[in-house]
C-alpha cells in the first residue's frame, strides 16, 4: 500500500528517500563540506565500512549526494551534497532546532 504511494505522496516519499539509519547525520556532515569516505566515516563512529558504503550508494541514487571520482594515483573520491541534498538543508535546520529542544525536554524530565 505505502510504496504505492510513493512518489504521490511527500511523507511517504520522504520517509522512503530518508530510510536508514544514517541518512540524517550524514547529510548534516557533507551539508558542512564535502568529504571524502574517510573523513565521513570518522565522523560516524560504530558505522562500518560496509554499511557507510550502502548507505552512500542508496543517497547517490537517490539524488541527495555527489560521488565524484578524481583521476590521480592513489585514487580520490569525495561526497558532497547535490542541488537535491541543498535543499535539504532548511529540514536539517529545523530538526536541530527541534532535537535541542526535545533535548532540554528530556533533561528537564529528570
Known amino acids: 500500500m505505502q510504496e504505492d504511494l510513493f512518489g ?20 548534516h556532515h557533507l551539508s558542512v563540506k564535502t568529504m ?7 565522523k560516524l ?23 565524484t571520482v578524481y583521476n590521480q594515483i592513489p585514487p580520490k573520491v569525495e561526497y558532497s551534497l547535490s542541488e537535491l541534498g541543498r535543499q535539504f538543508m532548511p529540514v536539517l535546520s529545523s530538526l536541530e532546532i527541534w532535537g535541542n529542544q526535545y533535548v532540554a525536554f528530556l533533561k528537564s524530565e529528570k
Request: glycine residues 4%.
Open 8 to 27: 504521490i505522496c511527500p511523507f511517504v516519499t520522504a520517509q522512503k528517500i530518508l530510510t536508514g539509519k544514517w541518512t540524517l547525520l550524514i547529510l
Open 36 to 42: 571524502r569516505f574517510n573523513e565521513l566515516q570518522k
Open 45 to 67: 563512529l560504530n558505522l562500518t565500512q560496509a554499511t557507510l558504503t550502502k548507505q552512500l550508494r542508496m543517497m547517490e541514487k537517490n539524488g541527495l549526494i555527489i560521488r
